[in-house]
């Protein structure tokens, strides 16, 4: 058989290129660490501290990033390529001293627990970015809908149908009376406790599950988050109560998980967005360090910030808690992500005194006397990565076996915000994440922080609707649609319970006069029946002509004013005919 030209040299450069990588994975045998100066450590300085302190045979908990600069940006060839680079990378690991326990889809690495010697290895493979310490996560602990405007919108009937919050937490109470049928649109459960890496606390005892009540709650916390959002409790209602909960338990029954375990689920969140239409993820946890670079460690690169920003690029809002550390100069990740919005909190009524512990002895964490309604609450923390402000403390809200408790923390805020953006997208299903960002950010009143002096934004969402519905102009005649993009007058009312000052009377064509010859509400520009009342354009023949004209013959197809004239013409056509035949019969 011969070859081209062109042919042979593919074949040269593919041979060249194996033997080019078959010289690199020779060469990462004796590869050196990169200094622990160095701007990028191979090996984060917290498991550098770690491995110093245990023996070389202790199993450390940790999470591996492999190179991700040059992975295809097509889903199935990206998919494809990061399955090979995670095997390659386990392949060279002694099974003696590496035990895997997550290997993500959508995010280019893996999660396990490793002997010290197995760190400097993986260190060492030039496809590894970072290896570092898998930390611990914490839970982050609905009379707020009035301060924050939800009702506004709820009365408009905008209540997050058709909305699901995927809520990664400790999971949720299937069997609560309050979230109805339906509110529970689906379940996954990725819950390891560590270090040992032979159990797990997902609710059948296993590390992972998908069948059954994968995500039953055994703590409430993540139940109180899902009643935050949708409780259908006369005496609580939740802020979207039509939204749908997607239930992902991350945390075991103590409220505590991993940074893997929370990778796993916003990688399952990426795989089966589409399937169970997810546009928010609430992550009402947190790690207790201080954070204000979003650009460092583990805020950006970290396998975590790398999910979350996929989210947001495949079009799911991301909120996280800013965490109750008191904190005045930053907040905790994962909130401090540059592509997830952190949340804080103020208080949702007056209190005379509030007190905050970080302990079951109650040593105190910091006071607010008094804690008034709308006023910073001093547990949030602050600082220049913090982005809105939502109601908190005492929130009332569903616990297991469907009776109350009273939750606060930025946990309860986050949970909010999730249930505001749910809102918003029932009002305007296109809008993405950066445009949700905005309408939270930018529509409200500022809450100072004593602690340092910064003002954030407290969110209004009737204010942010009001916004939403300037862009509803359909036809572009300057006459705004009534926020349904039917054109239909009376069919939902506007901001201030206005009807005719804000709905076009036919939104698919430009009619800034809002000319109507029959008065039956539907402009000229789409009425099926011109000048007979038809306000229901019924067209039982489906003619194209409404009931109204159906046997009746038509008027020219002519606006108003020209008919007027039509008319005179006649009119006076008729005049002077009249006038000529007097001439002749004298």
């Not at 905008?158 to 379940?187: C, R, S």
């Not at 805020?413 to 960002?437: E, G, H, K, W």
């Amino acid at each position: 058989m011969r070859l081209s030209k062109r042919s042979g040299q593919g074949i040269a450069r593919r041979a060249l290129r194996g033997a080019l990588l078959a010289l690199l994975a020779v060469a990462s045998a004796s590869a050196t660490v990169p200094a622990e100066g160095a701007d990028e450590p191979r090996v984060e300085g917290l498991l550098r501290s770690r491995m110093q302190t245990r023996s070389a045979s202790d199993w450390i908990p940790i999470q591996v990033m492999l190179r991700k600069s040059d992975l295809p940006r097509e889903r199935a060839a990206r998919g494809r390529d990061i399955r090979a680079r995670q095997q390659l990378a386990l392949d060279r690991l002694p099974t003696s001293g590496f035990r895997l326990k997550r290997r993500y889809a959508s995010a280019n690495g893996f999660a396990g627990w490793a002997t010290a010697d197995t760190v400097d290895r993986l260190a060492q493979d030039p496809n590894v970015e970072r290896v570092y310490l898998d930390r611990t996560l914490r839970k982050s602990m609905s009379e707020g809908s009035v301060l924050l405007g939800s009702d506004v919108l709820v009365a408009q009937g905008f209540t997050g149908a058709g909305v699901n919050v995927a809520i990664l937490d400790t999971g949720v109470d299937t069997d609560n009376v309050f979230l109805g049928d339906g509110d529970i649109v689906a379940q996954q459960c990725f819950c390891d406790d560590t270090p040992a890496p032979a159990t797990g606390c997902c609710p059948d005892g296993t590390a992972m599950q998908s069948a059954g009540n994968a995500a039953e709650d055994g703590d409430g916390h993540g139940t109180a988050m899902a009643g935050i959002v949708t409780s259908n409790w006369a005496s609580s209602t939740g802020i979207a109560p039509a939204a749908g909960i997607v239930a992902v338990q991350v945390l075991s029954s103590e409220g505590v998980g991993t940074f893997s375990d929370l990778d796993a689920g916003l990688d399952w969140v990426q795989m089966n967005r589409v399937l169970y239409d997810i546009r928010v993820v609430n992550l009402s946890l947190s790690e207790s360090g201080e954070y204000a670079n979003a650009n460092a460690f583990p805020c950006s690169n970290s396998t975590t910030a790398d999910l979350i920003e996929d989210l947001v690029n495949a079009g799911v809002t991301v909120f996280a808690a800013s965490g109750n550390n008191a904190y005045d100069n930053g907040i905790s990740f994962p909130a401090c992500a540059p592509d997830a919005i952190s949340v804080g909190s103020y208080y949702d009524k007056d209190f005379s005194a509030a007190e905050f512990c970080v302990n079951s002895s109650c040593t105190q964490l910091c006071n607010d006397t008094p804690a008034n309604e709308g006023a910073f609450a001093c547990f949030t923390n602050a600082g220049p990565l913090l982005d809105v402000m939502m109601p908190s403390w005492r929130a009332n809200t569903l616990d297991l076996g469907s009776v109350s408790q009273r939750v606060g923390g930025t946990s309860a805020s986050t949970a909010y915000a999730s249930a505001a953006a749910a809102l918003l997208l029932s009002v305007d299903p296109t809008l993405q994440p950066d445009d949700i960002r905005g309408l939270l950010v930018n529509n409200g009143n500022p809450v100072t922080n004593p602690g340092n002096g910064s003002a954030y934004t407290a969110t209004r969402l009737d204010q942010a609707y009001a916004v939403v519905l300037q862009s509803y102009d359909s036809d572009g005649d300057g006459v705004l649609d009534d926020g349904d993009g039917s054109g239909w007058i009376g069919d939902a009312t506007c901001v201030g319970g206005q009807t005719m000052a804000c709905d076009d009377n036919c939104a698919s064509d430009p009619n800034a006069l809002q000319e109507d010859w029959d008065g039956d509400g539907v402009g000229d520009a789409c009425d099926n029946c011109l000048y007979f009342a038809n306000s229901g354009q019924e067209d039982d023949d489906e003619d194209g002509q409404g009931n109204a004209c159906s046997g009746v013959v038509r008027a020219p197809s002519i606006a108003p004013a020209g008919l007027l004239l039509l008319v005179g013409v006649l009119v006076l056509a008729g005049l002077q005919g009249l006038a000529g035949r007097r001439m002749w019969m004298r």
